[in-house]
């Protein structure tokens, strides 16, 4: 993986989005959950994506982003992995299942105390309005 990031660096990319495979990745498509679920059954997880992305700032300088879903993060231990991804280099976190009220109120702190940019993505929404 760490070879492949680095090639993308060179031909110009900006930022790298890493997924982080889940076993019910209901929310994505055929694709990715097709390739979350080969990722785990090959022994996937978080642990060993940062133990893989451990010198990647050694050899990479683009942004790196990490997304997937709120659950393996809480398995991990939020506070932990805030921790790892600042020790990695890690610059920011996508968490579409993390309601932004919760993540204010609960986790903020420890993304704060991190330097760790949480990214929400924002859904296309229809007006409220009354009915009489």
């Given at each position: ?10 031909s ?79 610059d ?13 109120q ?24 009354e009915?009489?």
């Amino acid at each position: 993986m760490v070879d492949i990031i680095k090639s993308l660096e060179k031909s110009g990319v900006d930022m790298i989005e890493i997924g982080m495979p889940f076993s019910d990745p209901l929310a994505d498509g055929p694709v990715i959950q097709n390739s979350s679920s080969k990722a785990l059954k090959n022994g996937m997880s978080i642990k060993l994506l940062f133990e893989q992305l451990k010198d990647i700032r050694k050899e990479v300088k683009i942004p790196l982003l990490l997304m997937g879903y709120i659950n393996p993060v809480f398995q991990f231990g939020i506070e932990n992995f805030c921790k790892k991804c600042r020790e990695i280099g890690i610059d920011g976190v996508i968490l579409p299942d993390l309601p932004m009220d919760e993540y204010q109120q609960n986790y903020q702190k420890y993304f704060d105390e991190c330097d760790l940019r949480f990214i929400f993505l924002i859904t296309p929404q229809p007006a409220l309005t009354e009915f009489a």
